[in-house]
């Protein structure tokens, strides 16, 4: 219990929330530590000691947990840390294999960890996460995580998992083709009490596995359905809340089950849309009962996404690497990157981003092009410590000016070198509760906040610095 809080100032308590992360990492990585002491401890053979019960018998022998190139331990040594863990011994395995892999398998994701860059469950989790690759293999991923520990979570585990497809493509297709094995659509049935308890009276539950292709054709047609169903609904009674989207999702969702009557409907939404008098006054139209339209009626244009893919070249062969990065869904092989367009009859590929060039308008307005290329650098929100992927959220960021807009400034404020995307809340405190921010580049961010934290962040993370490398900083940018 940390004593004396209440009489703390504002800056005392930002630092000893600042200590108390650190001391909880240490001690997270500390317990590791302790872990791999106890293993060290029993690595031996236990079949070596004088009068050792023969292992036929139910004696103690050499366990491997951890991935190629771990040392093995004694299985009945981990029973007795278990107790001290106060946890159970499959969970104590667990952690030891995830210890064995850091120390002997990703040696600078160790090292990362031990320096307190990250929170320790991020790299258990990727050394459990590559526990299937070679030694040779998971080099890749140790070099590549262990430069990104400075990033948000979700960033770290998306580049270990990019790295583990890379370094070994044959088995992630082989996880692929064993999962689309394993199809299959599930419905709920109710069991006694169900009708009286819970939320699960009158409505059930369906889950599906699909493949990832024929899952975001689904999702995109619902949504289309939901939209129809919702613009076509009678306008809620005084007084009532309007029906939710996941309320028209699931209308879709069932409607699903008689496919001509989602014929129908579309075709009657179709008309009614074609033939809608544009007169303001006009009352909403109810939603169309019967199909009355002919086969014509019905939009004969196929599916339309957009797909933006991010894709590495070897700088000497030319050839494209295996793994490809797609907007929104992560880390793809290549192949699942043209299955995502096999529905499609008609692609068109857009030129790739010049992400080194900039540009700039007299307008307050960002141009889309220089909020794509923004969000191309970044990833994400570029508040100090913010987890947000753009990718991985529906809402698109704020483009907030990092240096004001004035009406009657000079020209070109607006552009690549006065761009901080942030989400709505991080933009509202930036705005309202004395933030201070310098842009040093269209990637690289300073900030101090209202009680004196000073942050750099860039595309590869948050970094702590000191006031004085924040004004250094500061002062070398302008």
Known sequence: MISGLAGMSPEQLLQTADDVLLKSREAEVEKLQVLLAWADWFSGDPQDEPNAVPVRYGGPRLISWGGEGTPKVSDLALVEMAIARRESVFTTRRRLADAFDLRHRLPLVWAGLQALRCETWVGTKVAAMSRKLTLEQVALVDVAVAAALDEAPARILEIAEAKIIEADPVGHRERIDANRARKGVWHSRPKPGDSVEGETAGVG?????????????HREFIEELAQALAANAPAPVEGEEPLSMDHWRAEAFAMLADPAAVLAFLRGETEQTADAPTDESTETPEA????????????????????????????????????ARVEGLGPRLLSQVR??????????VTPVIDLHTGRSVNGYEHPTDVKTRTELR????????????????????????????????PSGQTGDHNDTPLRR????????????VHQLGPDRWIWRTPHGLHRLVTTHGTTVITAGEFFALRLAAA
């Open 378 to 409: 970044t990833l994400g929100d570029v508040f100090p410590h913010a987890v947000g992927l753009f990718t991985r959220t529906g809402r698109p960021p704020d483009h907030d000016h990092t240096v004001p807009y004035d009406k009657n400034g």
């Open 288 to 323: 169309p009962e019967a199909p009355a339209a002919s086969p014509a009626a019905t939009p004969a244009a196929g599916p339309t996404a957009t797909v933006v893919v991010h894709v590495a070249q070897d700088p000497d062969t030319g050839a494209l690497g295996p793994v």
């Open 425 to 436: 809340h991080h933009h509202r405190a930036k705005t309202h509760a004395g933030y201070s």
């Open 205 to 217: 539950s369906v889950f599906a596995r699909i493949d990832e292709v024929d899952l975001e054709a």
């Open 339 to 348: 299955d995502l367009l096999r529905r499609h009859a008609n692609v068109t």
